[in-house]
C-alpha cells in the first residue's frame, strides 16, 4: 500500500479546531468594544500560528486555520455575497448528544435580492495559513446548498429569481468566483462542507424538507450539480473534497441514516476527488453504499469521532477499516476525524490535549495500515 503525497491524505481531519481561551477572551473584548479589529485580528493570527504548528508537530500533511476567524463554520462565509440576510431559520434543529436532546432554530439565511460577489471571502484566510504552514494548506468553505435547505423557495426573493433556475444558477457562479479567487492565491486543497446531502438520508429531515415544498428525491442532484458548477473551471492540480455531515454542535448532532439514498449521486455525479465520510457511530449506517464509488475517488474514513475525548483503540479503527476494504479497495481508503472539533465557536466537549490526541491516533494508525 502507498502513501499519497497528494490531497486527500492518508491521515488527515475536517478542518475547525477548538478556540484557544486567549481568542475567545478576544473576541468577547472586541465585542464590548474594548479592543480594536486589528488587534483583534493579531490574536487570531497568533493563534492559528499555533494551531498550524499543532497540526504539523502530529504529523499531519496538511493544515487549516481551524476556522478560527469565524463564529460559525458556514454563516460567516455566506453573509458575505451580496443580498444575503441573516434571518431565524423555519426548520428547527434537534441536536442530540449523550446529555440529552436541545431543540432550537438556527440562524439561515434569505435571499433579498440578485445574488452578488462583492469582494474576495475566505481569501485572505487562505493566504495567511499559506504564510506561515509548512505543509499543504487546506481551505474549507460551506457548500452551496446552505443559501437554500433551511429556508427553501420561501427564502428566495420572488421578484430578483421568479424560477428559481436562476437562482440556481446565480448561485453557482457567485461560488464560482470565490473558488477561482482561491486557485489565484494559491489553494490547491480545498473542502466543501456538504451537510444537508447527508441530512437527507435521515427520514425525519426528509419529511420537513417536503413541508416546505421540496422534493428530497430531487434535491442531491441539484446540490451537486451546484457544487460541480462551482469547481469548474479549477486549475487541474487543484483537489476539491467534501465533507458529508450531520451536525456538529457542542457534541450534539441532528441527523441519523446510512448513505443508500444519496450514494450514486454523491459518488458518481460530484466532480470531487475524495469524500470525508462520518462513520464514527451507527448513526451513519453501514458500509455497504461504498460499493457505488469509482475507481480514482477517495473514501476518508471518519472513524475518530470528534465529540468526546475518550480515545478510540487502534485495533477497533483497524476492523473498521478492513470492513469498509470489502466495499472499495484499501488503496482507496484514508482515515480522519469524523468532523470538526468546533463547528462553531463554542466547540465540542473535549479538551485540547484530547483533540492533539485524537489527531495523533489518526496518523498513527494510518503510518500503520498504510505505511
Known amino acids: 500500500m502507498s502513501v499519497r503525497n ?12 477548538l478556540r484557544p481561551p486567549k481568542l475567545l477572551d478576544a473576541r468577547a473584548a472586541r465585542k464590548r468594544g474594548e479592543i480594536t479589529a486589528e488587534q483583534l485580528r493579531a490574536a487570531e493570527d497568533e493563534a492559528i500560528r499555533e494551531a498550524v504548528k499543532l497540526q504539523e508537530d502530529v504529523g499531519l500533511q496538511s ?21 444575503v440576510a441573516v434571518i431565524p431559520s423555519k426548520i428547527k434543529a434537534r441536536f442530540q448528544s449523550e446529555q440529552g436532546e436541545v431543540e ?21 484566510h487562505f493566504k495567511f495559513v499559506q504564510s506561515v504552514a509548512h505543509v499543504t ?23 430578483a429569481y421568479p424560477d428559481m433556475a436562476e437562482f440556481y444558477a446565480d448561485l453557482t457562479r457567485v461560488y464560482n468566483e470565490e473558488v477561482r479567487g482561491l486557485a489565484a492565491a494559491g489553494c490547491r486543497y480545498l473542502q466543501i462542507d456538504e451537510v444537508y446531502i447527508a441530512y437527507l438520508c435521515d427520514p425525519a429531515l426528509r419529511a420537513q424538507v417536503e413541508a416546505l415544498g421540496e422534493n428530497p428525491k430531487t434535491l442531491p442532484r441539484t446540490y451537486v450539480d451546484m457544487i460541480n458548477g462551482a469547481v469548474a473551471g479549477r486549475p487541474a492540480d487543484m483537489t476539491i473534497c467534501m465533507h458529508l455531515c450531520r451536525g456538529n454542535n ?95 465557536v463554542e466547540g465540542n466537549k473535549l479538551t485540547v490535549e484530547q483533540q492533539a490526541a485524537k489527531l495523533r491516533l489518526v496518523v498513527d494508525v494510518a503510518r500503520e495500515v498504510w505505511g
Open 63 to 83: 493544515a487549516t486555520d481551524g476556522e478560527f476567524r469565524r463564529n460559525s463554520w458556514h454563516i460567516d462565509f455566506l453573509e458575505r455575497f451580496g443580498n
Open 250 to 344: 457542542q457534541s450534539g448532532w441532528v441527523a441519523s441514516g446510512g448513505y443508500e439514498p444519496v450514494a450514486e449521486v454523491l459518488f458518481n455525479e460530484a466532480d470531487v476527488t475524495g469524500y470525508f465520510l462520518e462513520y464514527d457511530s451507527e448513526r451513519a449506517g453501514g458500509f455497504e453504499p461504498l460499493r457505488f464509488v469509482p475507481k480514482g475517488k477517495v473514501i476518508v474514513l471518519g472513524l475518530v469521532t470528534s465529540k468526546k475525548g475518550a480515545l478510540e483503540s487502534k485495533d477497533q479503527i483497524k476492523r473498521r477499516i478492513d470492513e469498509a476494504a470489502k466495499y472499495v479497495a484499501l488503496d482507496q481508503l484514508a482515515l480522519s476525524t469524523q468532523c470538526g472539533f468546533s463547528s462553531t
Open 104 to 124: 432550537y432554530l438556527p440562524p439561515t439565511l434569505e435571499v433579498v435580492g440578485k445574488l452578488s460577489w462583492p469582494h474576495p471571502i475566505f481569501v485572505d
Open 6 to 17: 497528494t490531497p486527500p491524505f492518508r491521515a488527515d481531519h475536517v478542518g475547525s479546531l
Open 137 to 159: 494548506p487546506k481551505m474549507t468553505i460551506p457548500s452551496p446548498s446552505c443559501m437554500h435547505f433551511r429556508g427553501g423557495r420561501a427564502a428566495i426573493d420572488k421578484a
